[in-house]
Every structure is written in C-alpha cells, then in structure tokens.
C-alpha cells in the first residue's frame, strides 16, 4: 500500500554512538510534534500475519486513496513513554499493556494486529534508533506514538486486507499548557465521548474528532479540557478527552468504572493498584456529576498528561474548586509513579522494562 525509502538501520547504532542528544531546546518542550530520525513499519499479509518490520528515516507515507483507514475508519492509537534515568538508562513503563490493548481494539475494529512481541519489537527499534532524542533526566520523555491502520483497499465497506503497525516518536514535556499547573475542567452536556456498545474502551482514532469541537469551545472559555458524561444517561462522569478522572474524598479514592465507554487507562490501572498498596480504598463505580461537588481533591491520570491536578471543575454554571497544594494525595501518587517510571524509586511492581 505504501512505499518507505531505505532500511537503515546500520546507520543507526553508529550515528547514536557519536551524538548523545539531538539539538533540541530542552527546557522549553511543550507537546508538539519534533521530527526525530527514524520510525518503524511493517505490514500485514491477506492471512493477517505481520512481516518482519523495519525502520526507516522518519518522512511521509503513500497510502492507496482506497484505503481502509481513510475511507472506513479502520485505526487506532497508542501512547507510551520512554524515559531516560539519572543513571544514562532507558525505561518504558508496562508496554506490554500497550501492545495487549492494541490487539483488543483492533479485535474490536476487525483489524489484523501485531503479536505482543512484535509490537515491543517495534517500539524497542524505534527508541533506540532515535534514543538522541529522548530527553534528559527530568526535561521530558520521548512519546511513542505507535499506530496500526487498515492499508489495504477496499471500495465497499468491508475491512482491510492488510493492515500497517507504524511506531513515531517524538520528544515531549507537559501536554497541556498549564504545565505542572491545575487544569480547569469544563462538564459538556451536549457532546458525549462515547456510546454503549461503541469504541470508546479502545484507542480508536474515530473517538478524538468527534470531541474536537467541543475542546475548542470549552478552551476558547479558557478551560483547560473537557469532562464527558455517559450518552445514556447524561448523569454520570466518565472522562477527559485523552485521560481518566479520579476524586479523593478523604481515603477513598473513586473513579468512573469502565464499562466499554470509557478507555481503561494504563496509567489510571497503575494508580488504582499503588493506591490500593498504599492503603487506600479504591471505588470504581457510576460517579454521578453531583459528586463533584463533595470531592477534596481531583486529579487526571494518562500516558501524556501524567497525574495533573484539577483545580476546579464548571458545570452547569457552576464553579466547584479542589485543593491543589502540596502534601495531597494527587502529589504523593504522582511521586511515587515518576519515581518508579524514571527508576528514582525502586520498582516494586516489576513494572518498568529497560531498553
Ligand atoms: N482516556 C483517553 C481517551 C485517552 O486517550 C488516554 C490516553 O492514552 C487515556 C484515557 C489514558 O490512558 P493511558 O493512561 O493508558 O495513557
Ligand atoms: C496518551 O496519553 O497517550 C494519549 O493518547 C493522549 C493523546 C491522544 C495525545
């Protein structure tokens, strides 16, 4: 379906081995694009098994206008992160999910995937030939963005006969830009995120355009991202448009439980489990909106957004705010899990996998 120029990689140890970091302003990464030098690639045949993959110098794709992805939607996304430690090593956090809730969704998106391994194999490649890149110590991490896409054409509606797993990456800090600051949070009662029985529990490319219009309302109003709520009821909080929400209400923690409309966070399953370690009851439940209202803190967890603090939360006209100062639950899970995730503190889940 599409040509990449050359395979490259005996390039790649060698040029990585002279240059230990690209010439990038590191103290000033948002969350945009930064073209780094290589990405992965391979293809799926009519039996749906993938080929031996590939990288090649980071550049455009040529796609058949017929393609499954452009015409019918087939794709979906993942977001992970690859960290440089104090110590000069390269961790990522749990990729194994990441590939495990790739196959779910394309299960769902009746796609061909990559085995688990072949997904590792892919990001692996795609890290290390593009380790200049990753950030120093406490400046960042490089997101990987590996994708999988319906290639094949099709004029009906049908899936794909071959699929494409595809791995970028690029270097990154905060993604909203707040930075480390509070997000504002604004309840959208018209748009809903997701439907029962639809796409929302996977990472479909088809779930973010259609929230888009109402980011860009609620961020023209100066909020920082959008709350949903559940399509059917219209009553309860599910989630922000690229990360799952949690309330503290003194040691309870609660957070909407995912019933295929909400997307099962890497991050937000990572918490749950410290939380529950260190001591804390965990709710996943219905969390009606008005519940919002009896929360002390309020914080959002995701592979690019981290475990950001809400400062307060707009619904329905009104304002409801959250403690955001130090010595909070919010800051002691975010700690704790940077800590783990760029090797500072011990891992004692066995979570972290060096590169
Ligand atoms: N919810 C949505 C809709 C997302 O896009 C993301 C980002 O990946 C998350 C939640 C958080 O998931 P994770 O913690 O696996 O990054
Ligand atoms: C992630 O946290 O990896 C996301 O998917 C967020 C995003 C869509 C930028």
Same mark, same amino acid.
């Given at each position: 379906?599409?040509?990449?120029?050359?395979?490259?990689?005996?390039?790649?140890?060698?040029?990585?081995?002279?240059?230990?970091?690209?010439?990038?302003?590191?103290?000033?990464?948002?969350?945009?694009?930064?073209?780094?030098?290589?990405?992965?690639?391979?293809?799926?045949?009519?039996?749906?098994?993938?080929?031996?993959?590939?990288?090649?110098?980071?550049?455009?794709?040529?796609?058949?206008?017929?393609?499954?992805?452009?015409?019918?939607?087939?794709?979906?996304?993942?977001?992970?992160?690859?960290?440089?430690?104090?110590?000069?090593?390269?961790?990522?956090?749990?990729?194994?999910?990441?590939?495990?809730?790739?196959?779910?969704?394309?299960?769902?998106?009746?796609?061909? =995937? +990559?085995?688990?391994?072949? &997904?590792? #194999? !892919?990001?692996?490649?795609?890290? *290390?030939?593009?380790?200049?890149?990753? @950030?120093?110590?406490?400046?960042?991490?490089?997101?990987?963005?590996?994708?999988?896409?319906?290639?094949?054409?099709?004029?009906?509606?049908?899936?794909?006969?071959?699929?494409?797993?595809?791995?970028?990456? =690029? +270097?990154?800090?905060?993604? &909203?830009? #707040? !930075?480390?600051?509070?997000?504002? *949070?604004?309840?959208?009662?018209?748009? @809903?995120?997701?439907?029962?029985?639809?796409?929302?529990?996977?990472?479909?490319?088809?779930?973010?355009?259609?929230?888009?219009?109402?980011?860009?309302?609620?961020?023209?109003?100066?909020?920082?991202?959008?709350?949903?709520?559940?399509?059917?009821?219209?009553?309860?909080?599910?989630?922000?448009?690229?990360?799952?929400?949690?309330?503290?209400?003194?040691?309870?923690?609660?957070?909407?439980?995912?019933?295929?409309?909400?997307?099962?966070?890497?991050?937000?399953?990572?918490?749950?489990?410290?939380?529950?370690?260190?001591?804390?009851?965990?709710?996943?439940?219905?969390?009606?909106?008005?519940?919002?209202?009896?929360?002390?803190?309020?914080?959002?967890?995701?592979?690019?957004?981290?475990?950001?603090?809400?400062?307060?939360?707009?619904?329905?006209?009104?304002?409801?705010?959250?403690?955001?100062?130090?010595?909070?639950?919010?800051?002691?899970?975010?700690?704790?899990?940077?800590?783990?995730?760029?090797?500072?503190?011990?891992?004692?889940?066995?979570?972290?996998?060096?590169?």
């Amino acid at each position: 379906a599409y040509v990449v120029e050359e395979h490259v990689p005996e390039m790649v140890g060698a040029q990585s081995e002279v240059e230990e970091y690209a010439d990038v302003d590191w103290d000033n990464l948002g969350f945009s694009l930064v073209r780094t030098d290589y990405m992965f690639a391979t293809r799926s045949c009519r039996e749906g098994n993938f080929e031996q993959g590939y990288l090649s110098r980071y550049g455009n794709i040529e796609l058949n206008p017929a393609a499954g992805i452009l015409n019918y939607g087939q794709g979906l996304i993942e977001g992970m992160k690859a960290y440089r430690g104090e110590d000069g090593r390269i961790l990522m956090f749990r990729p194994e999910l990441n590939a495990l809730r790739m196959k779910k969704g394309a299960e769902r998106m009746c796609m061909h =995937s +990559p085995t688990v391994q072949q &997904f590792m #194999e !892919g990001v692996k490649q795609t890290v *290390l030939a593009n380790r200049r890149w990753v @950030p120093p110590p406490g400046k960042g991490s490089l997101y990987l963005r590996p994708l999988l896409f319906g290639s094949g054409a099709s004029l009906g509606v049908s899936a794909a006969s071959e699929y494409t797993f595809l791995v970028f990456g =690029s +270097p990154v800090q905060n993604y &909203f830009k #707040e !930075g480390t600051g509070a997000l504002n *949070l604004y309840v959208e009662e018209v748009i @809903p995120r997701a439907c029962l029985g639809g796409t929302g529990g996977v990472k479909a490319i088809s779930n973010y355009g259609p929230v888009l219009e109402a980011m860009r309302r609620a961020k023209a109003r100066g909020f920082s991202d959008v709350l949903y709520l559940d399509a059917e009821t219209g009553k309860n909080i599910e989630e922000v448009s690229a990360a799952n929400i949690f309330l503290v209400k003194g040691n309870t923690i609660v957070t909407p439980a995912t019933n295929g409309t909400i997307l099962e966070g890497i991050t937000r399953k990572s918490v749950i489990e410290l939380a529950i370690h260190l001591g804390y009851k965990v709710e996943e439940r219905k969390v009606p909106v008005e519940e919002l209202k009896e929360a002390e803190e309020v914080f959002c967890t995701g592979t690019a957004t981290g475990v950001a603090s809400v400062g307060s939360i707009t619904f329905n006209n009104t304002t409801t705010e959250y403690k955001v100062k130090d010595g909070l639950v919010t800051q002691q899970l975010r700690s704790i899990l940077v800590g783990i995730q760029t090797g500072s503190i011990q891992d004692p889940m066995d979570w972290v996998l060096q590169i």
